[in-house]
């Protein structure tokens, strides 16, 4: 519990109403890659409009990439990268939500290296080769609050011919320079992604609190963002211009950030990362949702780190919380606070046969983070995690 190792060099603008400061800070280039997603929430709501502006005030050029979609893949990474360089950009600027977060990661790295996204992934068919030059500068401007990637390293990509889903990343020069954390930009998300959003950063910090490498630090950081998920997305989620409820729950994602860093998540999210590999129509918040009581109830029923689960329970709303089982509790009520209890796998096209499939695709690709699990969590657990949780 008292060793962890800690480096994050992101310059971090946190607060609402910060991206008017974007311009008075210190660029990384002079020509920016803006990459937003192929959807048109940052030109409708005007947040692209505002970064704009903000570059032009900063005397910075910029080429907008429209290219990311939800669960991002390797095609739009290297269409996105290969417009990075025809372009002349010399650094990116990444404004959008988790998938835009995730894809500047691997798109900072391809604008820069040679060959093709999955020759530098590790796990799976990926290569697993190291960079072999220095990836472009990454400024992140979130505008929803979910991944803490807005922080750290990593990404999230899918590979769509082999039904991959692979955390790329790990680099200390994929660590963005400067991030924007302004939580007036995510007032327009609709409640339904709010809650995805909010409980993707949830699980990634009770991920943490199970995990065998879990610190004083990292259990600090972790408590109090679950802390404020469970007591403010409610609200967020209920009324999206609760400006207060959305400051809070991004405090929490951003933290996540750094949680993630100083301790591995676990095999809850390997899990999930295959079921959107197969299907990547489902949202990785939604697929985290419905598998996440039966995942904690695997190690609750071991009692494999009950203090733990008492912990989180009691920082949720439970405050007398003294069985690990009161951590369900405390995890239902908050989903049905969020409207969110009823998700089914089946609505999203999963098939009850595919169980053992996605629990070897999760070993296959991400078998990393079961290392994290605080007991042996074998395929045939993991299927069975899964046809529990099956609707």
């Known amino acids: 519990m008292l060793r962890f190792d800690f480096n994050n060099p992101t310059h971090l603008l946190f607060g609402s109403g910060r991206l008017n400061d974007l311009h008075a800070q210190p660029m990384p280039g002079k020509k920016a890659l803006l990459l937003i997603s192929t959807g048109k929430s940052t030109r409708e709501t005007g947040s692209l409009a505002r970064v704009e502006e903000q570059l032009s005030l900063a005397g910075v050029a910029y080429a907008v990439c429209p290219r990311i979609h939800e669960n991002p893949s390797r095609e739009c990474v290297m269409e996105a990268a290969a417009f990075a360089r025809e372009q002349g950009c010399?650094?990116?600027?990444?404004?959008?939500?988790?998938?835009?977060?995730?894809?500047?990661?691997?798109?900072?790295?391809?604008?820069?290296?040679?060959?093709?996204?999955?020759?530098?992934?590790?796990?799976?068919?990926?290569?697993?080769?190291?960079?072999?030059?220095?990836?472009?500068?990454?400024?992140?401007?979130?505008?929803?609050?979910?991944?803490?990637?807005?922080?750290?390293?990593?990404?999230?990509?899918?590979?769509?011919?082999?039904?991959?889903?692979?955390?790329?990343?790990g680099d200390p020069r994929l660590t963005p320079v400067l991030s924007v954390v302004d939580p007036e930009l995510m007032r327009t998300v609709p409640a339904r992604y709010t809650a995805y959003q909010g409980f993707d950063a949830l699980f990634h910090h009770t991920e943490v609190m199970m995990?065998?490498?879990?610190?004083?630090?990292?259990?600090?950081?972790?408590?109090?963002?679950?802390?404020?998920?469970?007591?403010?997305?409610?609200?967020?989620?209920?009324?999206?211009?609760?400006?207060?409820?959305?400051?809070?729950?991004?405090?929490a994602s951003t933290l996540a950030g750094m949680t993630m860093q100083l301790t591995s998540t676990t095999a809850q999210h390997s899990m999930e990362h295959a079921m959107s590999a197969y299907h990547p129509t489902l949202p990785h918040g939604a697929g985290l949702i419905m598998i996440s009581v039966e995942f904690a109830r695997f190690f609750i029923e071991r009692h494999a780190c009950d203090g733990q689960f008492i912990k989180m329970a009691r920082v949720m709303g439970m405050p007398g919380a003294n069985r690990a089982e009161d951590f369900l509790t405390a995890l239902a009520r908050l989903q049905e606070a969020c409207g969110v209890a009823d998700l089914k796998m089946s609505d999203y096209g999963i098939g009850r046969d595919e169980c053992m499939t996605l629990a070897v695709n999760a070993r296959e690709t991400m078998g990393g983070l079961f290392l994290a699990n605080p007991c042996e969590l074998n395929d045939a657990d993991c299927a069975g995690i899964f046809e529990k949780a099956y609707r």
């Open 211 to 251: 995990s065998k490498g879990c610190n004083i630090l990292s259990e600090t950081l972790a408590l109090s963002a679950i802390e404020n998920i469970a007591r403010y997305l409610p609200r967020a989620v209920e009324n999206g211009n609760d400006l207060e409820a959305r400051e809070h729950v991004a405090y």
């Open 90 to 169: 010399d650094f990116i600027v990444a404004l959008g939500g988790g998938a835009v977060l995730d894809a500047s990661v691997a798109v900072a790295a391809m604008a820069a290296n040679p060959g093709d996204l999955w020759d530098y992934v590790c796990g799976g068919t990926g290569k697993g080769r190291p960079l072999a030059q220095k990836p472009l500068p990454i400024v992140t401007i979130a505008t929803t609050s979910g991944t803490g990637s807005e922080i750290n390293s990593w990404g999230v990509i899918s590979n769509l011919q082999t039904h991959e889903k692979i955390g790329f990343g």
